[in-house]
């Protein structure tokens, strides 16, 4: 029992780490990485209210994973849509860090094999990599915030 207590504990203390999340990074990108889009997932639109000004009376966030050799990289992007729907044009549009989320999650191996894109909110983003499922939240900031689930 002795010898099995500390193995138990390494468990919990790892379980508990990536129940809590990590603050991973993104960057300021130029949008031009569209040849090699291999997947797309828009959220819903989020109307404003009171919008200020008829360019942008409404938003979504969009996730495109990008292929290049091996390697996927994500794309966050803030799309923004005028009146009645017009006008659309890509706000921001934001690299996450895979290396980091990778280290952060202790992932083995190549970036790769990013899929099952999923909004599990308007501005709440899942997928899957390398068999585990992630969550990414605080789509608009310049760390968002990731989860295993």
């Given amino acids: 029992m002795k010898a099995i207590l500390p193995f138990v504990l390494v468990i919990a203390v790892s379980v508990s780490a990536h129940a809590q999340g990590h603050r991973i990074e993104t960057e300021t990108r130029e949008v031009d ?12 639109i989020l ?3 009171a919008p200020t000004s008829p360019d942008e009376e409404g938003h979504r966030f969009r996730a495109a994973v990008v292929t290049s050799e091996i390697y996927d990289a994500v794309y966050i992007e803030r799309v923004t849509y005028g009146m ?7 706000a921001s549009a934001r690299r996450l860090d895979m290396t980091g989320l990778a280290d952060a999650f202790e992932l083995r191996g190549e970036v790769s094999g990013v899929s099952d894109l999923h909004w599990a909110e308007p ?18 900031s310049t760390e968002v915030l ?3 689930v």
């Fill in 33 to 44: 990485y569209y040849a090699s889009v291999t997947d797309l997932a828009a959220g819903p």
């Fill in 47 to 49: 109307w404003d209210e």
């Fill in 84 to 90: 009645e729907g017009c006008c659309v044009r890509i």
């Fill in 123 to 140: 501005d709440v983003l899942e997928f899957s990599l390398a068999g585990r499922r992630f969550r990414v939240e605080d789509l608009g």
């Fill in 146 to 148: 990731v989860r295993e």
